[in-house]
């Protein structure tokens, strides 16, 4: 409950942050004593403040605990005194229907009105810090105000119609809020992926370097050098992040930058979920994705928002009048971690910050695949591997389609090059023997031809055939 200063509850929290502030400083400066406030670790990483703790003495250690028990205590106790003068408040309505609505839609508003007042005069960079759009979140709001008239549900728990009426007093505050409805999600019915040449070296681990690396963005011709834009992802900042599997960025990345790319252009939302993820990388609206599944997915995310991506576009810029800006500079996906809620369940998400860089630079060359999101769920299990396999199928036979007239081209895709992408090979660990390697590669091939078979139920190819070399099935050939 929002509770107003007075002279005796003044008193009441002066008496306790004296009390506490006293034996605070007397901890703190105990600690002080017993180690030299130089003697602190330059780096701030988690590693070298544990390892500095533990290079302590018993007895600083003891104070220091000491020090950090004052303060939870300290927190604890005003918590107790809040409550405490909470109820002496509600007390005062004497039990009066009539009063503890009215007390009720005062507090709702009142609370309504703070959120508004902190966020209008937040301080530059207080953004950074707090999440103020999460804060007014409608759902988030309505969860706040319950929990701050608790006491007055409490009061009517054997009176249906005054919850109600509680109930009505709390969305009614809400909806005359004037705040603008955050729209979660709305669920896209195309994927998109960016198909230039960068995004293609992205996720090969090719352009892992704080050193720019040219990528040939316009090929050389007869009275031309090849044009090259300058490319680096520097994931530096990954150091000191807990992460599983390589730091560069790799094709399961992909899938979750595509998909993130997707709910953001096509769904339309900033808020998004790993939840909301999968079901766009698997096309399965409504489905939920396994622990292990948004252990994964969240791997991704942290790498995606720690993975600073610079492209020097000028020289291309110079030749294509499409390519309008020379500079992009951002985290591949530019967001941060918050928490929101969907149909009064509090989920993890992301809030995307900025148009992802890489689909920045490749919408202005109109070098952005579609998909009609159905393409997406085939019968195949939706794993790691499979998501992979997929993601790479159809950006090959979008390239194929949009390049028919180009002999150069060719309608064929090569296991081997399926095997390459899947990291697939006698380095897995899983893999320790030709047999094991010859039943992976043939779990491969079926999840292919399941695929294929899907992709050509929905119209995307017209059929395929195996192509067979030297009496071995090495590949698929396309027909559209």
Known sequence: MIIHPNNKNNARFKAL??????????AEAKADSLRKSDDEPREKSSEAVEEWIKSGSEAWKEARREYFR?????????????????????????????????HAKRQAKELIDNR????NNASPGASNFIDFDSLLDPQRLIHDIKECIRLHYEFFKDDPKSIEELDRIVIDAVDKSGIEQII??????????????????????TL????????????????????????????????????????????????????IVTLYVE??????????IYQAMTGRHGSHCSKNQESMINNSITKLMFSHVIIDAAAEAAIDNRVTRTLFDSNAINAKRVSITINGKESKAIKILDTPILFDYAQQKNQIGRFN??????????????IILEGYLRRRILAMRKSKDDSKLSNSIKYETVYKQLDISFSDEVIRS???????????????????????????????????????KDGVSISF
Not at 74 to 101: A, C, Y
Not at 116 to 119: E, H, P, R, T
């Open 434 to 472: 030709e047999a094991a390697l010859r039943k992976k590669k043939l779990k491969v091939r079926e999840s292919v031809k399941k695929a294929l078979d899907y992709f050509k139920k929905e119209g995307f190819i017209k059929t395929y055939s195996e192509t067979i070399t030297k009496g071995v």
């Open 373 to 386: 999101m159905k393409l997406l769920d085939t019968p195949n299990n939706k794993n790691e591997e499979t």
């Open 267 to 276: 769904g339309k939302t900033i808020y998004i979920t790993p939840n909301m």
């Open 17 to 26: 942050d004296d009390k506490y502030d006293a034996l605070i400083a007397e």
């Open 116 to 119: 508004k007042y902190v966020k």
């Open 184 to 205: 979660i999600a709305k669920y896209p019915t195309a994927f998109l992926t960016p198909t230039d040449k960068i995004s293609n070296k992205a996720f090969e681990g």
């Open 70 to 102: 004052l303060l939870i205590k300290k927190d604890e106790d005003r918590r107790k005194l809040i409550d405490e003068i909470s109820r002496e408040e509600f007390d005062k309505l004497n039990g009066d229907k009539t009063k503890i609505l009215a």
């Open 208 to 259: 892992n370097s704080s050193e720019k690396i040219g990528v040939e963005v316009i090929k050389k011709t007869k009275n031309r050098e090849p044009i090259y834009a300058m490319v680096s992802i520097d994931t530096t900042k990954l150091k000191g992040i807990t992460i599983s599997g390589k730091e560069e960025l790799t094709p399961y990345d992909r899938e979750v930058h595509d998909a």
